[in-house]
């Protein structure tokens, strides 16, 4: 067994700036609601001893861009800030917030107990996923407060991030996503935290705003559907 920073932060990975982690849950099956549980946990330790604003932990679920088909986390730094990480949200309840004006429907979580307590409020909310057969995926890391003053809640705070954030988008299934012919990527975690993965050039350099929200929206869920959620959501945290 490793510890949370031994099992991502192997010399082979963590020179490429990217590493996986699996959590050991050997009494459940791969995608069930404990195993999920068990890498929460397990990534937000990670993020907590790495004291990093630049590390996100992130996570794909089955169809929705999932590499392979077994829970893993991927652990990876990138140099920028992220929207997410000071995108403005509204507070649904406790520690738990739905995210404002973004091109994807998503929820946030701030840390503001312990691990335990989140992990179990997160959890809460991706069981109703579940059970519906929601696909989802999920981004740890630093950024805002949820709750600002006004001058700053539609701008980049200038402070350092100061909480720990969890991202948890519910989306279409990936297979059924009509992603147009040469868009370049796919809406995975990494895209949908505004962090665009492109291999072309040409692509690069032409590509813009307007085009990677198109993409991005085809992942989003129904209007509909996300507010059953909201309101699914306050019954089971309240």
Known sequence: MYNSTELFDCPRCDDR???????W????GSSGINAEYGALKLGLSYLIAKKDPNTRVVFNSLRAFASVNHL??????????????????SKIAGCC???NDY???????ELQEDIETLSRVIMKVVGLLQQREISHNLMMTFGDP???????????STQPLPVIRVLL?????????????GCGFRPAVCELSGHILLHD??????????????VLSLAAVPEELFVELIEAVKNVLT
């Open 169 to 181: 988008w519910p989306v279409n299934p990936s297979d059924q996503i009509p992603l147009p012919e």
């Open 17 to 23: 700036r990217h590493s996986i982690g699996c959590s």
């Open 72 to 89: 893993h986390l991927h652990s990876y730094q990138v140099d920028q800030t992220l929207p997410v990480e000071w995108a403005p949200a």
């Open 97 to 99: 917030y739905v995210l």
């Open 146 to 156: 949820c709750e600002r003053g006004d001058e700053s809640c539609c701008e980049r």
């Open 201 to 214: 050039k040409e692509l690069f350099d032409t590509i813009t705003e307007e085009d990677i929200v198109e």
């Open 103 to 109: 091109p994807v429907y998503g929820f946030v979580f």
């Open 25 to 28: 849950q050997p009494a459940v």
